[in-house]
């Protein structure tokens, strides 16, 4: 699935929908996967986790998972489905366990079925994971904060010593966060934790009520939106997208195992039939050749202003698509441009793009020199 600038690299809903039915039907057919041949039970692509397209379909249910939902709770009272901020903590565990899952399938996949060696740029996955953690972490500490205030403790010294508890177990799981994040290099991440001085106005203002000052200054702030939970779906998007260009194999209908039973019969009657019916002509009727007077007139409907008007203009490259690109050679290296481009925002660009802006700054710096 493409994104769009509109939606900041967010597939709309009719992408979503398309996407929910084709898992609905695969789903729905699991059990019918299971057959029986010569006796002995077999079981269906679908229900191997070694399988390609067992990973295909825990990737679909990720993205929806993920970027169909809301990222704040909104004013209609009608939508079922919380919103990201407002998911408890196990959640973002499952989608951990999740992510993790996936990852060591393709990998293992790619190293079985490649035959070579893979190399394997871990960051953008442990860039991510981090940012989950960091949600999960948050969302923790809310349900802490809802579970100590419903209990109602009357002694404001308990509940401020178990408050001030609370907070300093949030605080070295965000120390402990940033310290992967720096040792791995990725210093250009999104904070999603709570400011430190936050949970200490919120958590020892002298208001007589720790935790329900802490919740409301984070509620506060989920009004505000300052955290930049979209980008926990771009991310999502953008690693998926790359695992499954650079490690997936590419689909083909009848070798998951998935349609052969269904249709061998088909298949043996087809052949059977064979011999007995003439070939068709699959391509249908030819087209009649063109006559020598009708060729100046298809010219010159290709020449013609309409249809130059219809070609597709240009766009000069901005300076951060050429920032974007010498940041990606000296991350991934010369020539490769695919990997450039699924970890990039280009806009609309091929490989034979940035291979030719390139060369061109190449150039232009080795002239100016």
């Not at 019969?265 to 039939?273: D, V």
Request: with cysteine.
């Amino acid at each position: 699935m493409r994104g769009s600038a509109d939606h900041d690299d967010i597939p709309n809903f009719a992408s979503y929908a398309v996407l929910a039915r084709r898992l609905d039907h695969y789903m729905d057919s699991l059990e019918r996967c299971d057959v029986e041949e010569e006796g002995v039970g077999r079981e269906g692509a679908l229900l191997d986790e070694n399988s390609d397209a067992w990973r295909r379909l825990l990737m679909a249910k990720v993205v929806i998972d993920v970027c169909s939902r809301k990222t704040y709770p909104g004013v209609d009272s009608q939508d079922r489905r919380h919103a990201l901020i407002d998911l408890p903590a196990s959640w973002w565990r499952n989608l951990r366990s999740e992510l993790e899952r996936l990852r060591n399938g393709v990998l293992q996949g790619a190293r079985m079925g490649g035959g070579r060696d893979i190399v394997v740029d871990d960051r953008p996955y442990e860039c991510l994971n981090c940012q989950v953690e960091a949600l999960e972490a948050l969302a923790e500490l809310r349900d802490r904060l809802r579970d100590a205030a419903a209990a109602v403790i009357v002694d404001n010294d308990r509940e401020g010593a178990l408050v001030r508890r609370f907070a300093k177990e949030y605080i070295d799981t965000s120390a402990a966060l940033d310290g992967r994040l720096q040792m791995i290099g990725m210093i250009h991440y999104v904070d999603l934790f709570l400011p430190h001085r936050t949970l200490e106005v919120f958590a020892g203002d002298g208001t007589g009520d720790p935790v329900a000052s802490l919740l409301d200054g984070i509620d506060n702030m989920i009004v505000m939106r300052v955290f930049p939970l979209q980008n926990v779906q771009v991310e999502v998007l953008r690693l998926l997208r790359h695992w499954e260009a650079a490690y997936l194999a590419r689909p083909a209908l009848f070798t998951t195992g998935y349609f052969v039973e269904g249709c061998r019969n088909s298949i043996a009657s087809a052949r059977g039939s064979k011999q007995k019916q003439p070939l068709r002509n699959i391509q249908g009727p030819r087209r009649p050749p063109v006559l020598a007077s009708d060729s100046e007139g298809s010219s010159s409907k290709v020449d013609s202003p309409a249809a130059k008007k219809k070609r597709k203009k240009s766009v000069p490259y901005s300076n951060e698509e050429k920032r974007m690109l010498l940041e990606g050679v000296e991350r991934f290296g010369v020539g490769k441009w695919a990997e450039i481009l699924v970890h990039y925002d280009f806009n609309n660009r091929t490989s034979g793009n940035l291979k030719d802006l390139f060369r061109t700054l190449t150039k232009t710096k080795r002239t100016n020199s």
